[in-house]
T-cell receptor, first 117, second 109 residues
Framework: DTAVSQTPKYLVTQMGNDKSIKCEQN?????MYWYKQDSKKFLKIMFS???????INETVPNRFSPKSPDKAHLNLHINSLELGDSAVYFC????????????????FGEGSRLTVL | GEDVEQSLFLSVREGDSSVINCTYT??????LYWYKQEPGAGLQLLTY?????DMKQDQRLTVLLNKKDKHLSLRIADTQTGDSAIYFC?????????FGAGTRLFVKA
């Protein structure tokens, strides 16, 4: 039973194309995230949704559009792909806030490796 | 500002202790974390420490927190080849978890 699952695992495409990555979590969390990990393994947050509402929107080109149809799903659509978009994109989920009762731990998917040629 | 810094590489012999260090900026973080990433996988929480603690021990892992210096460390006792991975220090700032650049731990047999 995979807790956070994302598809596809690998994506190879040409510059200029549009592609989507899907993510689903079955942990009952109310918050989901997209992180981008570059070739040097730096991990940077892109977006976060809480109960279908966008709560974090970092400085990301507007070619990237997240969509959350419900709190268990968060998709990422990328228009007009560029070479610099090549990276591993990680979906994660958690409870909204950390506190005495929960640690705010992030649960990550296995990643979607995007290669733009 | 948000900044979590850690050294990029550490190499140790099997059986030795490994110490990975990290500095962070947000003094209001409730929790500080260590995540582990193995090749081709996502990150997994290894351990965490609540901000009102100085130390936490969990089997081979010891986390030390110095709030005055905003310094966090992870010690792995009796390091094994299976511990080879990237270790990320992280802090929670509101709704965001901010990660360091990751320390690549190489364990030589």
């Amino acid at each position: 039973d995979t807790a956070v699952s994302q598809t596809p695992k690998y994506l190879v495409t040409q510059m200029g194309n549009d592609k989507s990555i899907k993510c689903e979590q079955n942990l009952g969390h109310d918050t989901m995230y997209w992180y981008k990990q570059d070739s040097k393994k730096f991990l940077k947050i892109m977006f976060s949704y809480n109960n279908k509402e966008l709560i974090i929107n970092e400085t990301v080109p507007n070619r990237f559009s997240p969509k959350s149809p419900d709190k268990a799903h968060l998709n990422l659509h990328i228009n007009s792909l560029e070479l610099g978009d090549s990276a591993v994109y990680f979906c994660a989920s958690s409870h909204r806030t950390s506190g005495v009762r929960n640690t705010g731990e992030l649960f990550f998917g296995e990643g979607s490796r995007l290669t733009v040629l | 500002g948000e900044d979590v810094e850690q050294s990029l590489f550490l190499s140790v012999r099997e059986g030795d202790s490994s110490v990975i260090n990290c500095t962070y900026t947000d003094s209001s973080s409730t929790y500080l974390y260590w995540y582990k990433q193995e090749p081709g996988a996502g990150l997994q929480l290894l351990t965490y420490i609540f901000s009102n603690m100085d130390m936490k021990q969990d089997q081979r892992l010891t986390v030390l927190l110095n709030k005055k210096d905003k310094h966090l460390s992870l010690r792995i006792a009796d390091t094994q080849t299976g511990d080879s991975a990237i270790y990320f220090c992280a802090e929670r700032e509101g709704f965001k978890t901010i990660f360091g650049a990751g320390t690549r731990l190489f364990v030589k047999a």
